[in-house]
Nanobody, 126 residues
Framework: QVQLVESGGGLVQAGGSLRLSCAAS????????VGWFRQAPGKEREFVAM????????NYVDSVKGRFSISRDNAKNTVYLQMNSLKPEDTAVYYC???????????????????WGQGTQVTVSS
């Protein structure tokens, strides 16, 4: 069992940066792959980035490549999402999600992740 808590969201102007954190409880976290997803009002939850238990490889949705970077510190049971050059269309609630390495389904599908945080709001003003 893993519990996830996101933090670091807020209001930022376009072009600015934020770093989201996903803190996990549980001794098995270092064996979990972690994804970041986001959901804007009226839209479906979409994949943003993922990182494997070891820290590599990583994957990103095309719209954030070159702007966002996912990383993890297993000693601190924390996964980060560094978001640079933010755009108004990045506005959403951001969620981190975890799944054990034994899951084999597509890593970009929310349904493949059994553990979720409560989300943190990111608002980018133009």
């Amino acid at each position: 069992q893993v519990q996830l808590v996101e933090s670091g969201g807020g209001l930022v102007q376009a072009g600015g940066s934020l770093r989201l954190s996903c803190a996990a409880s549980g001794s098995m976290f270092s064996s979990y792959n972690v994804g970041w997803f986001r959901q804007a009002p009226g839209k479906e939850r979409e994949f943003v980035a993922m990182i494997t238990f070891s820290g590599s490889p990583t994957n990103y949705v095309d719209s954030v490549k070159g702007r966002f970077s996912i990383s993890r510190d297993n000693a601190k049971n924390t996964v980060y999402l560094q978001m640079n050059s933010l755009k108004p269309e990045d506005t959403a609630v951001y969620y981190c999600a975890g799944r054990g390495t034994w899951y084999s389904g597509p890593w970009y599908e929310p349904e493949q992740y059994p553990y979720w945080g409560q989300g943190t709001q990111v608002t980018v003003s133009s």
